[in-house]
């Protein structure tokens, strides 16, 4: 898989925000609300990177920097369900924490759900600790917060 640097409003970004967005429909009944804003994605403040094999976008996700000292928080990773179970998925995560890691951030944090249990199987395999709730679902009982040093 090729991963390039992508805008956040980039069509592909957009596409495959919007299949993740699909996902969290059919899981949890609605989108994310989580307020995001393309501008947290771009350089020095984030990063947005699209995963492609043969020309085709079929992963993404980014990281934009978090209010806790020091952190960057992964937001809208996502692979097409097509291909998962390959290890695109780590591939994506590697990069982003390569990438936060040169931006000098010491620490990387995210925000999940119970209902997506491969992301956290993905999040605590590689090396992903539980961390006190964060963001919109801070209180809700279904939301799960993972953090991890850099």
């Given at each position: 898989m090729e991963l390039c640097t992508r805008a956040y409003d980039h069509p592909d970004s957009v596409k495959l925000i919007a299949d993740l967005q699909q996902v969290f429909v059919e899981r949890y009944g609605d989108e994310d609300i989580t307020p995001v804003d393309p501008a947290q994605f771009a350089a020095p403040l984030g990063y947005f990177v699209v995963g492609y094999l043969d020309g085709v976008p079929v992963a993404c996700g980014g990281w934009r920097a978090h209010s806790e000292d020091g952190a960057a928080e992964i937001k809208r990773m996502y692979v097409a369900e097509s291909l998962r179970g390959r290890g695109l998925s780590r591939l994506v995560l590697a990069n982003l924490e390569d990438t936060a890691r040169e931006a000098g951030h010491r620490r990387m944090v995210l925000e999940t759900g119970m209902r997506q249990p491969e992301a956290i199987g993905l999040y605590l395999s590689s090396g992903y600790k539980r961390?006190?709730?964060?963001?919109?679902?801070?209180?809700?009982?279904?939301?799960?917060?993972?953090?991890?040093?850099?």
């Amino acid at each position: 898989m090729e991963l390039c640097t992508r805008a956040y409003d980039h069509p592909d970004s957009v596409k495959l925000i919007a299949d993740l967005q699909q996902v969290f429909v059919e899981r949890y009944g609605d989108e994310d609300i989580t307020p995001v804003d393309p501008a947290q994605f771009a350089a020095p403040l984030g990063y947005f990177v699209v995963g492609y094999l043969d020309g085709v976008p079929v992963a993404c996700g980014g990281w934009r920097a978090h209010s806790e000292d020091g952190a960057a928080e992964i937001k809208r990773m996502y692979v097409a369900e097509s291909l998962r179970g390959r290890g695109l998925s780590r591939l994506v995560l590697a990069n982003l924490e390569d990438t936060a890691r040169e931006a000098g951030h010491r620490r990387m944090v995210l925000e999940t759900g119970m209902r997506q249990p491969e992301a956290i199987g993905l999040y605590l395999s590689s090396g992903y600790k539980r961390i006190e709730n964060f963001g919109v679902y801070r209180d809700h009982p279904e939301s799960r917060c993972f953090g991890k040093p850099l």
